[in-house]
Protein backbone atom coordinates (compact mmCIF):
# COMPACT_ATOMS: atom_id res chain seq x y z
CA UNK A 1 0.00 0.00 0.00
CA UNK A 2 1.39 3.45 -0.96
CA UNK A 3 1.00 6.09 1.74
CA UNK A 4 -0.06 9.12 -0.37
CA UNK A 5 2.11 12.67 -0.31
CA UNK A 6 1.63 14.95 2.64
CA UNK A 7 0.15 18.01 2.08
CA UNK A 8 2.11 20.79 1.28
CA UNK A 9 1.69 22.34 5.08
CA UNK A 10 3.03 19.92 6.66
CA UNK A 11 6.59 19.89 7.45
CA UNK A 12 9.61 20.17 5.24
CA UNK A 13 12.57 19.66 5.51
CA UNK A 14 13.84 21.49 2.56
CA UNK A 15 12.48 22.58 -0.86
CA UNK A 16 14.11 22.74 -4.40
CA UNK A 17 13.98 25.78 -6.05
CA UNK A 18 15.10 26.18 -9.59
CA UNK A 19 16.76 28.65 -10.70
CA UNK A 20 16.81 30.49 -13.87
CA UNK A 21 20.03 29.64 -15.77
CA UNK A 22 19.43 29.75 -19.29
CA UNK A 23 20.12 33.05 -21.28
CA UNK A 24 18.65 32.01 -24.70
CA UNK A 25 15.24 30.85 -22.91
CA UNK A 26 14.75 33.81 -20.61
CA UNK A 27 16.47 36.48 -22.71
CA UNK A 28 16.15 40.15 -21.81
CA UNK A 29 13.77 39.05 -18.54
CA UNK A 30 17.17 36.62 -17.28
CA UNK A 31 18.59 39.27 -14.51
CA UNK A 32 14.92 40.18 -13.40
CA UNK A 33 14.24 35.95 -13.02
CA UNK A 34 16.65 35.63 -11.18
CA UNK A 35 16.24 38.51 -8.78
CA UNK A 36 12.55 37.42 -8.15
CA UNK A 37 13.40 33.67 -7.64
CA UNK A 38 15.67 34.99 -4.97
CA UNK A 39 13.41 37.14 -3.41
CA UNK A 40 10.55 33.89 -3.12
CA UNK A 41 13.76 31.69 -1.93
CA UNK A 42 14.55 34.41 1.00
CA UNK A 43 10.44 34.42 1.28
CA UNK A 44 10.32 30.53 2.35
CA UNK A 45 13.76 30.85 3.97
CA UNK A 46 12.41 33.08 6.53
CA UNK A 47 15.74 33.78 8.07
CA UNK A 48 16.02 30.53 9.24
CA UNK A 49 12.53 29.97 10.66
CA UNK A 50 10.99 27.96 7.17
CA UNK A 51 12.51 25.68 5.53
CA UNK A 52 15.96 24.82 3.96
CA UNK A 53 16.42 26.15 0.37
CA UNK A 54 17.78 24.15 -1.98
CA UNK A 55 18.60 26.41 -5.28
CA UNK A 56 19.14 24.19 -8.29
CA UNK A 57 20.91 25.96 -10.96
CA UNK A 58 21.65 24.16 -14.27
CA UNK A 59 25.65 25.13 -15.17
CA UNK A 60 28.66 26.66 -12.95
CA UNK A 61 27.85 30.57 -14.09
CA UNK A 62 24.29 30.43 -12.71
CA UNK A 63 25.39 28.89 -9.86
CA UNK A 64 27.72 31.97 -9.31
CA UNK A 65 24.59 33.85 -9.66
CA UNK A 66 22.61 32.13 -7.02
CA UNK A 67 25.26 32.36 -4.41
CA UNK A 68 25.51 35.75 -5.06
CA UNK A 69 21.07 36.74 -4.95
CA UNK A 70 20.82 33.97 -2.28
CA UNK A 71 23.86 33.78 0.37
CA UNK A 72 21.33 31.80 2.75
CA UNK A 73 20.80 28.81 0.52
CA UNK A 74 22.43 25.73 -0.75
CA UNK A 75 23.13 26.12 -4.00
CA UNK A 76 23.56 22.73 -6.13
CA UNK A 77 24.17 22.60 -9.82
CA UNK A 78 22.23 19.82 -11.76
CA UNK A 79 21.81 20.67 -15.58
CA UNK A 80 18.39 20.85 -16.73
CA UNK A 81 15.97 22.50 -18.92
CA UNK A 82 14.30 24.99 -17.48
CA UNK A 83 13.15 25.76 -13.74
CA UNK A 84 9.58 24.12 -13.90
CA UNK A 85 10.60 21.39 -10.77
CA UNK A 86 7.16 21.14 -9.31
CA UNK A 87 6.96 19.34 -12.63
CA UNK A 88 10.47 17.69 -13.67
CA UNK A 89 11.53 16.79 -9.80
CA UNK A 90 10.23 13.28 -8.31
CA UNK A 91 7.39 13.48 -6.23
CA UNK A 92 7.81 12.28 -2.72
CA UNK A 93 5.42 9.76 -0.92
CA UNK A 94 4.69 9.62 2.98
CA UNK A 95 7.16 6.78 2.94
CA UNK A 96 9.96 8.95 1.61
CA UNK A 97 10.07 7.15 -1.64
CA UNK A 98 10.61 9.19 -4.84
CA UNK A 99 8.28 8.65 -7.63
CA UNK A 100 9.97 9.17 -10.98
CA UNK A 101 7.20 9.87 -13.80
CA UNK A 102 7.66 9.99 -17.05
CA UNK A 103 7.99 13.66 -18.88
CA UNK A 104 7.49 14.82 -22.05
CA UNK A 105 7.57 18.46 -22.26
CA UNK A 106 3.92 19.46 -21.23
CA UNK A 107 2.54 17.16 -24.17
CA UNK A 108 5.41 17.94 -26.63
CA UNK A 109 5.55 21.62 -26.46
CA UNK A 110 9.40 22.59 -24.94
CA UNK A 111 11.68 19.78 -25.63
CA UNK A 112 14.49 20.70 -23.39
CA UNK A 113 17.50 18.57 -22.47
CA UNK A 114 17.63 17.10 -19.06
CA UNK A 115 14.31 17.84 -18.32
CA UNK A 116 13.36 14.55 -18.35
CA UNK A 117 15.61 12.79 -15.59
CA UNK A 118 16.85 15.84 -13.54
CA UNK A 119 14.32 14.44 -10.54
CA UNK A 120 16.08 11.16 -10.70
CA UNK A 121 19.25 12.77 -10.77
CA UNK A 122 18.28 15.18 -7.65
CA UNK A 123 16.81 12.43 -5.96
CA UNK A 124 19.76 10.02 -6.12
CA UNK A 125 22.09 12.69 -4.94
CA UNK A 126 19.50 13.56 -2.07
CA UNK A 127 19.73 8.77 -1.49
CA UNK A 128 16.01 8.61 -1.59
CA UNK A 129 14.92 5.54 -3.25
CA UNK A 130 13.64 6.11 -6.44
CA UNK A 131 10.10 3.84 -8.22
CA UNK A 132 9.83 4.78 -11.58
CA UNK A 133 6.12 5.22 -12.94
CA UNK A 134 6.09 4.46 -16.33
CA UNK A 135 3.20 7.02 -17.29
CA UNK A 136 3.47 10.59 -18.15
CA UNK A 137 2.56 13.15 -15.07
CA UNK A 138 3.50 16.15 -13.92
CA UNK A 139 3.61 17.33 -9.85
CA UNK A 140 1.76 20.46 -11.05
CA UNK A 141 -1.26 18.78 -12.40
CA UNK A 142 -1.99 17.31 -8.93
CA UNK A 143 -2.57 18.61 -5.65
CA UNK A 144 -4.13 16.38 -2.35
CA UNK A 145 -4.67 17.18 1.03
CA UNK A 146 -2.81 14.21 2.62
CA UNK A 147 -5.61 11.90 3.02
CA UNK A 148 -5.54 10.23 -0.15
CA UNK A 149 -7.91 12.50 -1.98
CA UNK A 150 -6.54 14.67 -4.87
CA UNK A 151 -7.91 16.55 -7.00
CA UNK A 152 -6.95 16.94 -11.07
CA UNK A 153 -8.22 18.51 -14.49
CA UNK A 154 -9.18 16.43 -17.33
CA UNK A 155 -7.66 18.50 -19.38
CA UNK A 156 -4.37 18.04 -18.42
CA UNK A 157 -4.39 14.64 -17.26
CA UNK A 158 -6.73 13.28 -19.72
CA UNK A 159 -4.56 14.85 -22.63
CA UNK A 160 -4.13 12.98 -25.47
CA UNK A 161 -0.40 14.59 -25.83
CA UNK A 162 0.20 12.55 -21.80
CA UNK A 163 -1.44 9.61 -22.21
CA UNK A 164 -3.46 8.92 -25.28
CA UNK A 165 -3.82 5.27 -24.23
CA UNK A 166 -5.47 5.46 -20.89
CA UNK A 167 -8.70 6.67 -19.69
CA UNK A 168 -10.24 8.07 -16.32
CA UNK A 169 -10.44 4.76 -14.70
CA UNK A 170 -6.62 3.46 -15.45
CA UNK A 171 -5.56 6.59 -14.70
CA UNK A 172 -7.35 6.45 -11.55
CA UNK A 173 -5.64 3.09 -10.47
CA UNK A 174 -2.15 4.42 -11.26
CA UNK A 175 -2.80 7.55 -8.93
CA UNK A 176 -3.83 5.19 -6.00
CA UNK A 177 -0.70 2.44 -7.00
CA UNK A 178 1.59 4.90 -7.43
CA UNK A 179 0.79 7.88 -5.44
CA UNK A 180 -1.60 6.53 -2.73
CA UNK A 181 -4.46 8.73 -4.21
CA UNK A 182 -7.70 6.62 -3.52
CA UNK A 183 -10.46 9.45 -4.50
CA UNK A 184 -10.29 11.65 -7.48
CA UNK A 185 -11.61 14.64 -7.81
CA UNK A 186 -11.92 15.18 -11.47
CA UNK A 187 -12.62 19.00 -12.77
CA UNK A 188 -12.42 20.33 -16.44
CA UNK A 189 -10.37 22.57 -17.68
CA UNK A 190 -7.44 24.87 -16.37
CA UNK A 191 -6.89 28.40 -17.35
CA UNK A 192 -6.85 29.86 -20.52
CA UNK A 193 -3.67 30.09 -22.10
CA UNK A 194 -1.93 27.99 -20.02
CA UNK A 195 0.96 26.22 -21.75
CA UNK A 196 0.94 23.60 -19.39
CA UNK A 197 -2.71 22.51 -20.61
CA UNK A 198 -4.36 23.27 -17.28
CA UNK A 199 -2.29 22.40 -14.01
CA UNK A 200 -5.08 22.58 -10.89
CA UNK A 201 -2.26 24.56 -9.29
CA UNK A 202 -3.27 27.25 -11.11
CA UNK A 203 -6.94 26.93 -10.21
CA UNK A 204 -7.63 25.16 -6.70
CA UNK A 205 -5.47 24.07 -3.97
CA UNK A 206 -6.14 22.28 -1.00
CA UNK A 207 -5.64 24.38 2.39
CA UNK A 208 -6.90 21.93 4.73
CA UNK A 209 -8.64 18.20 4.83
CA UNK A 210 -11.14 18.19 2.60
CA UNK A 211 -11.00 22.71 2.13
CA UNK A 212 -10.69 23.26 -1.41
CA UNK A 213 -9.76 26.75 -1.72
CA UNK A 214 -11.15 28.34 -5.54
CA UNK A 215 -11.07 31.72 -6.97
CA UNK A 216 -14.00 33.60 -7.61
CA UNK A 217 -14.05 36.38 -10.74
CA UNK A 218 -12.89 39.56 -10.33
CA UNK A 219 -14.51 41.58 -13.36
CA UNK A 220 -13.62 40.93 -16.77
CA UNK A 221 -11.91 37.74 -15.55
CA UNK A 222 -11.93 35.20 -18.65
CA UNK A 223 -11.71 32.23 -16.30
CA UNK A 224 -14.93 32.90 -14.75
CA UNK A 225 -16.78 29.58 -16.37
CA UNK A 226 -13.84 27.74 -15.35
CA UNK A 227 -13.71 29.17 -11.66
CA UNK A 228 -17.63 28.62 -11.45
CA UNK A 229 -17.50 24.67 -12.84
CA UNK A 230 -14.97 23.95 -10.57
CA UNK A 231 -16.63 25.29 -7.42
CA UNK A 232 -19.52 23.11 -8.36
CA UNK A 233 -17.69 19.94 -8.85
CA UNK A 234 -16.07 20.05 -5.52
CA UNK A 235 -19.29 20.87 -4.23
CA UNK A 236 -20.84 18.03 -5.21
CA UNK A 237 -17.97 16.06 -4.18
CA UNK A 238 -18.85 16.94 -0.53
CA UNK A 239 -16.05 19.41 -0.09
CA UNK A 240 -15.89 23.03 1.52
CA UNK A 241 -15.06 25.19 -1.15
CA UNK A 242 -12.66 28.08 0.06
CA UNK A 243 -13.85 31.31 -1.87
CA UNK A 244 -10.39 33.31 -2.94
CA UNK A 245 -9.96 36.44 -5.02
CA UNK A 246 -9.01 36.51 -8.66
CA UNK A 247 -6.59 39.18 -10.29
CA UNK A 248 -9.04 39.32 -13.12
CA UNK A 249 -7.23 39.89 -17.07
CA UNK A 250 -4.28 40.26 -16.48
CA UNK A 251 -2.49 40.98 -20.04
CA UNK A 252 1.18 40.68 -20.78
CA UNK A 253 2.50 41.80 -24.19
CA UNK A 254 -1.27 41.96 -25.47
CA UNK A 255 -2.15 38.84 -24.50
CA UNK A 256 -4.10 37.21 -21.63
CA UNK A 257 -1.63 35.08 -19.70
CA UNK A 258 -3.06 32.61 -16.74
CA UNK A 259 -1.83 34.64 -13.91
CA UNK A 260 -3.48 33.21 -10.36
CA UNK A 261 -2.70 34.38 -7.27
CA UNK A 262 -3.69 29.88 -6.64
CA UNK A 263 0.33 29.17 -7.54
CA UNK A 264 1.27 30.07 -3.94
CA UNK A 265 3.61 27.85 -1.82
CA UNK A 266 3.22 26.95 1.58
CA UNK A 267 6.35 26.49 3.26
CA UNK A 268 7.04 26.16 7.16
CA UNK A 269 7.14 29.28 7.79
CA UNK A 270 5.43 31.28 5.63
CA UNK A 271 2.91 31.30 2.32
CA UNK A 272 4.42 33.06 -0.60
CA UNK A 273 2.28 34.42 -3.63
CA UNK A 274 2.70 35.76 -6.88
CA UNK A 275 1.42 39.71 -7.50
CA UNK A 276 0.58 41.26 -10.58
CA UNK A 277 -0.35 44.74 -10.02
CA UNK A 278 -3.87 43.91 -9.86
CA UNK A 279 -6.61 45.84 -7.81
CA UNK A 280 -7.13 42.43 -6.05
CA UNK A 281 -3.43 41.86 -4.60
CA UNK A 282 -4.31 43.27 -1.05
CA UNK A 283 -7.39 40.76 -1.02
CA UNK A 284 -5.92 37.99 -1.85
CA UNK A 285 -2.81 38.12 0.74
CA UNK A 286 -5.41 38.96 3.12
CA UNK A 287 -7.62 35.34 2.35
CA UNK A 288 -4.22 33.48 2.14
CA UNK A 289 -3.77 35.15 5.90
CA UNK A 290 -7.30 34.30 7.12
CA UNK A 291 -6.72 30.73 5.79
CA UNK A 292 -3.19 30.28 7.30
CA UNK A 293 -2.97 32.33 10.56
CA UNK A 294 0.15 30.70 12.17
CA UNK A 295 2.23 31.72 8.73
CA UNK A 296 3.25 34.32 7.78
CA UNK A 297 1.81 35.27 4.40
CA UNK A 298 4.44 36.67 2.04
CA UNK A 299 2.88 38.73 -1.54
CA UNK A 300 6.04 38.66 -4.19
CA UNK A 301 5.99 40.07 -7.32
CA UNK A 302 6.63 37.42 -9.61
CA UNK A 303 5.93 39.01 -13.73
CA UNK A 304 9.54 37.72 -15.42
CA UNK A 305 8.96 34.44 -14.03
CA UNK A 306 5.58 34.52 -15.48
CA UNK A 307 6.90 34.94 -19.02
CA UNK A 308 8.38 31.52 -18.83
CA UNK A 309 4.63 30.30 -17.78
CA UNK A 310 4.55 30.05 -14.24
CA UNK A 311 4.90 31.08 -10.72
CA UNK A 312 6.52 30.39 -7.45
CA UNK A 313 4.68 26.84 -7.02
CA UNK A 314 5.61 25.42 -10.39
CA UNK A 315 9.34 26.07 -9.73
CA UNK A 316 9.73 24.77 -6.02
CA UNK A 317 9.19 21.21 -5.18
CA UNK A 318 9.18 20.23 -1.20
CA UNK A 319 10.87 17.30 0.54
CA UNK A 320 8.90 16.37 3.28
CA UNK A 321 10.58 16.16 6.44
Not at 258 to 264: G, K, L
Not at 293 to 308: C, F, N
Request: aromatic fraction near 8%; glycine fraction near 10%; hydrophobic fraction near 40%.
Amino acid sequence: MTLPPPPEWARHKAVWIGFPSHAELWQEDLDQARTEVAAFARAVHADGRGEKVLLVAADAEAGVAASKLAPFAEVVVEPFGDIWLRDTAVILTGDGTARDFGFNGWGGKYDLPGDDDVGARRARRAKKRIIPCDWVLEGGALDGDGTGLVVTTEQCVLNPNRNGHLGKAEIEERLERDLGYDRVLWLGDGLLNDHTDGHVDNLARFVGEGRLAIPVAADNDPNWQVYQQAAKRAEAFGLEVVPMPSPGRVIRDDEIVPASYMNFYIGNASVVVPLYGAANDQMALLALQAIFPDHEVVGLRADAILTGGGSFHCISQQIPG
